[in-house]
């Protein structure tokens, strides 16, 4: 009896399984094909996780400072008064009560400057270098020597911005650091009473003192709390809240300002 060979069951899966092999690689080709996009678009990636660009945000509104200047008056020509004799009275009204006697010269020995405000007869109202900031009275026009002053000065705090005028003409204006939160400038209507060229040190090439008194400090510095134009050692201060409550500039702007500036020039520090 013939027998008949028949194919072994590993004979039959061997093919099979190589046809199958090769049907599921060509359905896989077809498959990224058809997905594929004809204009990908790059990303970045890191360990395979796509970098998300950072949402724009609106840039924040930071409203500017007032502009104080817009509607401040300025004044013409004033007049400074420089005392003569060794004491000067300061009298309540013309011919009335002294209210204090005042040396000249002050207590850093120097000459008693006083800023003109009004005039009667023979008697002058001024401003005086004395607590509480703004302090007035009158004197009697025989005790001082006048000189005309013929421009002001500017302060804006908190634009930290300093302005030499004369009249409404501007005549410089530079960046100026003033009193930080704790120790502010004080504010007011001032004027320079004393000059000092190269105190040095933290003051720069020049000192202009103001009459006008820090509302924090009783003292400072071996003096009375008394407040400056001044230059710096510290040139990154100017324009900044960096001060004991003092007016820093740099130091080729302090002696432009010294030039046009003299003692009982008016100094208006506004808020």
Request: with cysteine; charged share 15%; hydrophobic share 40%.
């Amino acid at each position: 009896m013939q027998t008949i060979a028949t194919p072994s069951r590993e004979g039959y899966w061997k093919p099979a399984v190589a046809t199958l092999i090769v049907i599921a690689f060509w359905m896989a080709v077809a498959g990224l094909t058809a997905d594929r996009d004809p204009n990908p678009i790059l990303v970045n990636r890191v360990n395979e996780e796509v970098v998300q660009e950072p949402a724009v945000l609106p840039v924040p509104v930071v409203e500017a400072p007032p502009d104080t200047l817009a509607n401040f008056l300025h004044p013409g020509p004033s007049q400074a008064a420089e005392a003569i004799v060794p004491r000067v009275g300061l009298y309540d009204a013309p011919d009335g009560n002294v209210l204090q006697t005042l040396n000249n010269p002050t207590i850093e020995r120097v000459p008693l400057m006083m800023s003109v405000l009004e005039r009667s007869g023979q008697w002058l109202k001024v401003q005086v270098p004395v607590r509480p900031n703004e302090t007035t009275g009158w004197i009697k026009e025989s005790n001082v020597e006048l000189s005309t002053v013929e421009n002001h000065i500017v302060v804006e705090v908190s634009n930290r911005r300093l302005s030499a005028f004369s009249g409404s003409e501007l005549l410089m204006q530079v960046p100026v650091g003033v009193g930080k939160a704790r120790t502010p400038t004080p504010t007011g209507r001032f004027y320079v009473d004393i000059a000092v060229k190269n105190p040095g040190g933290a003051y720069g090439a020049f000192m202009l003192s103001v009459a006008g008194f820090s509302n924090v400090l009783r003292s400072f510095g071996n003096g009375v709390g008394q407040v400056a134009i001044h230059g710096t050692n510290n040139p990154g201060s100017v324009g900044q809240f960096s001060s004991n409550g003092c007016m820093r500039l740099n130091n080729a702007a302090v002696i432009e300002l010294a030039g046009i500036a003299p003692p009982g020039t008016p100094v208006f520090v506004l808020p």
